[in-house]
């Protein structure tokens, strides 16, 4: 499934992106009709964003029917938005990251459990 981690997906990409994880496969005529509804996409709108997928490699098509299929997974969509996300607003800085997080954050004493269980493991699996 996995063809590169470094695709990068806009918004209106993402839409199309979670209709296909979730599906696995939908035809492209599925696909505009399900984002005409909830978005009001009118289906050329939603044709061309298809094709940017398939272009950048994100979407695969297979005929006959104009089959729609992920090639990359939503964790793999999901690295590489953050980690550009954190390059862009972060100086790619973790620390920076978690520092301003944290200061406007209110956590539960159960989420600074979980967060100090995954730094935990981290450090483990980093070893």
Same mark, same amino acid.
């Given at each position: 499934?996995?063809?590169?981690?470094?695709?990068?997906?806009?918004?209106?990409?993402?839409? +199309?992106?979670?209709?296909?994880?979730?599906?696995?496969? %939908?035809? =492209?005529? *599925?696909?505009? *009709?399900? @984002?005409?509804?909830? @978005?009001?996409? $009118?289906?050329?709108? &939603?044709?061309? +964003? !298809?094709? /940017? %997928? !398939? =272009? $950048?490699?994100? +979407?695969? /098509?297979? *005929?006959?029917?104009?089959?729609?299929k992920a090639n990359i997974s939503k964790r793999t969509a999901q690295r590489t938005e953050t980690k550009a996300l954190m390059d862009k607003l972060f100086n790619g800085s973790y620390s920076t990251f978690?520092?301003?997080?944290? /200061?406007?954050?209110?956590?539960? =004493?159960?989420?600074?459990?979980?967060?100090? /269980?995954?730094?935990?493991?981290?450090? &483990?699996? =980093? $070893?």
């Open positions: 499934m996995e063809q590169s981690s470094e695709i990068r997906l806009h918004e209106g990409e993402l839409n +199309v992106m979670e209709l296909l994880w979730s599906n696995k496969s %939908l035809a =492209a005529k *599925d696909i505009a *009709d399900i @984002i005409n509804e909830y @978005i009001g996409w $009118k289906k050329n709108t &939603t044709y061309t +964003v !298809i094709n /940017r %997928l !398939i =272009a $950048k490699g994100a +979407v695969s /098509r297979q *005929d006959p029917g104009f089959i729609c978690f520092n301003e997080f944290l /200061r406007y954050q209110s956590l539960s =004493a159960s989420e600074i459990l979980e967060l100090q /269980r995954i730094i935990s493991e981290n450090q &483990t699996n =980093a $070893k």
